[in-house]
Nanobody, 125 residues
């Protein structure tokens, strides 16, 4: 499967962005999907994940309440709605697909087999 992330850009602190990740292939609806991010000079970190049917959602604690992950299997797309953005949210955001069950390992990069190219988000203060 190929993933194409979009929707990044420059936004002021307190603003909002919605990232999209479009997937090719018919198997999208069976994949668990995740968003990760990598800030300048830092390693990649988990942001959020959504199960194949949208029934299970998990977020990293600092983003819970500000970010919302969702998916539309009819459109082969997963979204990340980001509100109340802060300068520390500045990063390249990646979407990823996991064909296997994640269980409690939903925040582990090695559980995601397919990765998009990333979309850059810059939050100015």
């Amino acid at each position: 499967v190929q993933l194409q992330a979009s929707g990044g850009g420059l936004v002021q602190a307190g603003g909002s962005l919605r990232l999209s990740c479009a997937a090719s292939g018919r198997a999208f609806s069976s994949y668990n999907m995740g968003w990760f991010r990598q800030a300048p000079g830092k390693g990649r970190e988990f942001v959020a994940t959504i199960s194949w049917n949208g029934g299970n959602l998990y977020y990293v604690g600092s983003m819970k309440g500000r970010f919302t992950i969702s998916r539309d299997n009819a459109k082969n797309t997963v979204y990340l709605q980001m509100n109340s953005l802060k300068p520390e949210d500045t990063a390249v955001y990646y979407c990823a697909a996991a064909p296997d069950r994640l269980g409690t390992y939903y925040d582990r990069e090695d559980k995601y087999r397919y990765w998009g190219q990333g979309t850059e988000v810059t939050v100015s203060s």
